[in-house]
């Protein structure tokens, strides 16, 4: 079926150091995208959106990239901290289809 | 303003009972949507409600239901509990439109022994 998916499921940065976390959407027709971030035991967090018609999203100290031609979305996060240590998710969404991929765990070493 | 409110946090009950959680979205929102979190499945949606109405529906079976009240509070029943049911239910709460930026609760963690 169509998923949205992930490319790595676990990912382990220094402090510091950026981190980019990638992700595949199946759905050429989407048309908005979103980043969350989940700490255990909570809740999944907004990061940031990106509309279809935009190439390249920047908020505080992340960035988010679309690029349409091969259906990639992906999330940078400058100088990672201890408190950037989560699961990161992705989710498309076309005509009310709202689909979340399974998520990457970061880890921060400090 | 406050956050997207759910009850309870935590919950065990035993296979073939039924269940009901809450869900208050936050102040001005008139979209709810339910979720269930699985370490399998991952993230799956299961409805959305808009104005007392299910406007979108995912692929859930039928023991799965919700409501939403006038003031936008929303509850999920699960009726016949089945071990697989186990997992964190979320909340998320946006403007008029599904498509809008979903705010999620803190969720209920729903156990079946």
């Known amino acids: 079926g169509e998923n949205v998916g992930l490319h790595l499921p676990t990912l382990s940065v220094q402090e510091g150091d950026n981190s980019i976390i990638n992700c595949a959407y199946s759905n050429s027709a989407s048309d908005y995208f979103i980043w969350y971030k989940q700490e255990s035991g909570k809740g999944p967090q907004f990061i940031i959106d990106?509309?279809?018609?935009?190439d390249k999203r920047q908020g505080q100290r992340v960035t988010v990239l679309l690029n349409k031609t091969v259906k990639h979305l992906s999330l940078q996060i400058a100088a990672t901290q201890p408190g950037d240590s989560a699961v990161y998710f992705c989710?498309?969404?076309?005509?009310?289809?709202?689909?979340f991929g399974a998520g990457t765990r970061l880890t921060v070493k400090p | 303003k406050a956050g997207v409110t759910q009850t309870p946090r935590y919950l065990i009950k035993t296979r073939g009972q039924q269940v009901t959680l809450s869900c208050s979205p936050i102040s001005g929102h008139r979209s709810v949507s339910w979720y269930q979190q699985t370490p399998g499945q991952g993230l799956q949606f299961l409805f959305e409600?808009?104005?007392?109405?299910?406007?979108n529906k995912g692929n859930f079976p039928g023991r799965f239901s919700g409501r939403q009240f006038s003031n936008s509070r929303s509850e999920m029943n699960v009726s016949t509990l089945e071990l697989g049911d186990s997992a964190l239910y979320l909340c998320?709460?946006?403007?008029?439109?599904?498509?809008?930026?979903?705010?999620f609760g803190p969720g209920t963690r729903l156990t079946v022994l």
């Open positions: 998320a709460s946006s403007g008029d439109y599904f498509s809008d930026t979903q705010y």
């Open positions: 409600y808009f104005s007392e109405t299910q406007r």
């Open positions: 990106i509309r279809s018609n935009m």
């Open positions: 989710a498309e969404n076309y005509n009310n289809d709202m689909r």
